[in-house]
């Protein structure tokens, strides 16, 4: 592995992490969760965005909402950490960042995890907090579900089901760093081994298993969207960083978008980390790209 660059906060919390999962590799699932929340360490406090601790559709959460917000205008953050780890709480100051940046409230949603949690329990969350701003009023346009890593492979899901049940769909979808492939074969696993701090083929894999339990097959497109028809698909927007093990998947979702005539944005960053946007209001690359998705998102208003 090669040493993270001058100032990348990002990189030098995930090489601490991946030296401490090195120390002890046999280390829970409980004292796991502990690391993570160390991912809001990377991002700086926004400035005039006030956070509440409630639930929506029985699930709980953190409303977060910026001084002047469309408050009508709801981003449904879907958090990363392999659908096991992470929570509200990590992703409270990046979700703080965007929806300031794009004017509209936001909803960090605490799903339940795997592997007490396996497969669907966090879709299923995800879609019953958008029935519970369905029945507070908000418009299904007005909901936008967001998501990094795990949390992108679960915004885009919500999607996907929502349009096997034949229902009206969000006008748009954010994804970060997305990580879609649950049959872990991605090229730049190996290619950007040696430059992503965080991401392994062997963590991925132990994700996965605590994800499908063993039983749902990884090829279906509500746990690999990788296999989905995109055809009638919202808006999309993907970003994910030029060395992170997982630009493949971002890849892939890219082409795949562009094949179902998916109106489809994607951007990759220069020498950045997984999640690059985690640095918001710490690195001039992750506020640029904070403001990149806000255009885009009022363009598509």
Not at 40 to 51: G, H, I, L, N, S
Not at 87 to 116: N, T, Y
Not at 201 to 218: F, K, V
Request: charged letters at 20%.
């Amino acid at each position: 592995m090669t040493s993270p660059r001058p100032s990348d906060v990002l990189g030098e919390i995930y090489a601490s992490w991946a030296v401490e999962m090195s120390r002890y590799p046999d280390m829970s699932i409980e004292l796991l969760r502990m690391i993570f929340e160390d991912w809001q360490r990377a991002t700086a406090e926004p400035e005039d965005v006030t956070y509440r601790e409630t639930a929506i559709g029985g699930v709980p959460g953190i409303l977060v909402t910026p001084a002047g917000c469309a408050q009508e205008q709801v981003l449904l953050v879907m958090h990363g950490g392999g659908f096991a780890l992470g929570s509200p709480a990590s992703h409270r100051k990046l979700a703080g960042h965007l929806a300031k940046a794009c004017g509209a409230s936001a909803f960090v949603a605490g799903f339940r995890l795997a592997p007490e949690h396996p497969y669907p329990a966090a879709l299923e969350d995800g879609l019953a907090v958008v029935d519970g701003l369905l029945e507070r009023g908000h418009r299904i346009e007005d909901i936008t579900p967001v998501g990094d890593s795990a949390g992108a492979n679960l915004a885009i899901a919500m999607v996907l089901r929502l349009m096997r049940e034949g229902r009206a769909l969000p006008a748009q979808v954010i994804t970060m760093s997305p990580w879609l492939d649950m049959e872990n074969t991605g090229a730049t696993l190996d290619t950007n081994d040696a430059t992503d701090f965080l991401i392994t083929r062997e963590g991925l894999q132990a994700n996965i298993d605590r994800y499908l339990g063993g039983t749902q097959d990884p090829r279906d497109p509500l746990v690999n969207p990788l296999h989905a028809d995109l055809s009638g698909f919202p808006r999309l927007y993907i970003d994910a960083g030029s060395v992170e093990s997982l630009l493949d998947d971002a890849v892939r979702l890219h082409e795949l978008a562009l094949k179902h005539d998916v109106d489809v944005t994607f951007v990759v960053g220069e020498g950045m980390q997984h999640v690059y946007p985690f640095m918001a209001g710490r690195d001039a690359n992750a506020d640029r790209e904070i403001g990149s998705i806000a255009a885009w998102y009022r363009a598509g208003r």
